[in-house]
């Protein structure tokens, strides 16, 4: 599931962890404004950052971590064909509540290895999910492969709390995503208090990982 995005101080609970965390968290995940984007002015400002990172033709779009389905939503409203994964079937009964009606498919399993047999996508979406797998360079492989020629990564991460922060600096992502891409677009959040529903003081970001025809045909060979 998306990671819990913590107040100062705090970590995030580990999407990595088993999905007895997800469903225990699943009823009152949506209270923080930027899961559940309850607050209009909160979820405005996450569709106004997805119309940017998403093709502006409909396009497929797999969720990784997708929990209860929001950022899936405004995906789908925007006219993209979503597939969502979430280890939590707690969370996943949320997320189809919110989608009934959208074409979107929603598939229990591990972000980190998605049960999507040999579909690929337009874009694989991923928000505070990659810093706390056990093997992120192979995560970041593994989603890359599934990526139709052209295809992007769109990494939504962060470095959280200030005395003692945990997640993934800007600055290490980008050096891991880079082999993979023909250009890495990073995407300071921090400032933009409308997307957290409050100032914030730590380090939150988006990477955007582009790739060409031809590194994601040799993507595919590995």
């Known amino acids: 599931m998306s990671a819990h995005t913590p107040a100062d101080g705090a970590g995030p609970a580990l999407p990595g962890a088993a999905a007895a965390y997800g469903d225990a968290a699943a009823a009152t995940f949506d209270d923080d404004p930027d899961h559940g984007l309850r607050d209009p002015a909160v979820r405005a400002a996450w569709a106004a950052r997805l119309r940017g990172w998403l093709p502006p033709e409909p396009s497929t779009v797999l969720d990784l971590g997708c929990g209860t389905g929001s950022l899936a939503l405004l995906a789908a ?6 597939t969502g994964v979430d280890r939590s079937p707690a969370m996943l009964a949320r997320a189809r509540a919110k989608l009934a009606g959208w074409p979107a498919v929603l598939l229990v399993g591990d972000a980190a290895q998605p049960p999507v047999g040999e579909r690929r996508f337009d874009v694989v979406l991923v928000r505070h999910v990659l810093w706390a797998l056990p093997d992120p360079v192979a995560a970041l492989r593994h989603w890359a492969g599934l990526l139709a020629p052209g295809g992007r990564l769109v990494l939504v991460e962060g470095r959280w709390g ?3 922060p945990v997640g993934l600096p800007a600055a290490e992502l980008t050096a891991l995503a880079a082999p993979l891409a023909s250009r890495v677009e990073l995407v300071p959040l921090s400032g933009e208090p409308a997307l957290w529903g409050r100032e914030v ?5 988006a990477v955007l990982v582009h790739t060409d ?3 994601a045909g040799r993507r595919g060979e590995d």
């Open 162 to 164: 200030e005395s003692a």
């Open 77 to 82: 409203e925007r006219g993209h064909r979503v």
């Open 201 to 205: 003081f730590d380090e939150r970001y």
């Open 213 to 215: 025809r031809g590194a």
